[in-house]
Nanobody, 115 residues
């Protein structure tokens, strides 16, 4: 059974930082491309950042220079370091794992940026 379990969300003031974690089980983690998506109320889910099995990364234009995705294959974990957070970053953040036709999702973690 595949599980992706996110943690690290919460309430933070504008300009603050949060680090999201996603622990995967039931997959050969090192083979999967991993990603962080987010969905704000009334909006579609969008890609925030991705990292391939080889460690190449890509980011949404709006988060470049502020967010960093990384992975630790020994811990089956992918991270999203979020700095200089803005109110518009408020959303449910989802972890994803992707390999060929297989695509798995976590349950999401709420990030709220507000003063």
């Amino acid at each position: 059974q595949v599980q992706l379990v996110e943690s690290g969300g919460g309430l933070v003031q504008p300009g603050g930082s949060l680090r999201l974690s996603c622990v995967a089980s039931g997959i050969i983690f090192r083979l999967y491309a991993m990603g962080w998506y987010r969905q704000a109320p009334g909006k579609e889910r969008e890609l925030v950042a991705g990292i391939t099995s080889g460690g190449s990364t890509n980011y949404a234009e709006s988060v470049k220079g502020r967010f960093t995705i990384s992975r630790d294959n020994a811990k089956n974990t992918v991270y999203l370091q979020m700095n200089s957070l803005k109110p518009e970053n408020t959303a449910v953040y989802y972890c994803s794992a992707h390999l060929l036709s297989q695509h798995y999702w976590g349950q999401g973690t709420q990030v709220t940026v507000s003063s």
